[in-house]
């Protein structure tokens, strides 16, 4: 069966340092994939979209990587900041019809000022 | 002021009881879907629906129901055959064309 794993362990990392958190996945062949940012008490927000042909994807401090042959991407965020505190998950797509996604558990994010 | 909006916020109810939780959008979106949020957990999908009169099960739908009355709204059931109902429920659309999904705010349910 398909399976999404983040690092359920939450990363704390030191305010203007990179945080990177991690999506791997086995079982599963998807023709996109997503990473949203939520809040606690809140719904996810969409944060950026990278294409199974792409290896990169960019928009503002966010950096994201996908590795088919690994089967894993990276979410980067640089110059954090105390407001990027959130957990972070990442979601998996195919050309389906529904448009339908497949969630990890999310990683939640401690920025320290 | 677009968006998507859940009602209620918190709801409570007794064992045994169905209970319908609100999800309202004016997006102009076709496709819409419910989730189940456990403590740490990804979402898992209940239920979906990419037009008016048409929804599909998700990976969990026993024990819930939905309808598709009208494009802006699709309303979801907790009845009482969901054995452990008690979870985050959040409800999210998607733009025609689009993959990315727009979620509400959520309603917490709590079985007492």
């Known amino acids: 069966s398909q399976k999404i794993e983040q690092n359920s362990e939450a990363l704390n990392i030191q305010e203007g340092k990179t945080a990177t958190l991690t999506c791997n996945y086995t079982n599963y062949s998807p023709a996109y994939l997503q990473w949203y940012r939520q809040d606690p008490g809140r719904g996810p927000v969409f944060l950026l979209l990278i294409r199974e042909n792409e290896k990169e994807k960019r928009k503002e401090r966010l950096k994201v990587t996908f590795d088919t042959t690994l089967k894993q991407s990276l979410f980067h965020i640089t110059a954090s900041q105390p407001a990027d505190s959130a957990t972070y998950l990442c979601a998996l797509g195919d050309n389906n019809a529904g448009n339908m996604l497949t969630f990890g558990g999310g990683t939640r994010l401690m920025v320290k000022p | 002021d677009g968006g998507i909006t859940q009602s209620p916020k918190y709801l409570f109810r007794k064992e045994g009881q169905n209970v319908t939780l609100s999800c309202e959008q004016n997006?102009?979106?076709?496709?819409m879907y419910w989730y189940r949020q456990d403590p740490g957990q990804g979402l898992r999908l209940i239920y979906y629906?990419?037009?008016?009169?048409?929804?599909q099960k998700g990976d969990i739908a026993e024990g819930y129901s939905v309808s598709r009355e009208k494009k802006e709204s699709f309303p979801l059931t907790v009845t009482s055959a969901q054995k452990n109902p008690t979870a985050f429920y959040l409800c999210?659309?998607?733009?025609?064309?689009?993959?990315?999904?727009?979620f509400g705010p959520g309603t917490r349910l709590t079985v007492l």
């Open positions: 629906s990419q037009i008016v009169n048409d929804f």
């Open positions: 999210a659309s998607t733009p025609p064309g689009a993959r990315e999904q727009f």
């Open positions: 997006l102009n979106h076709d496709a």
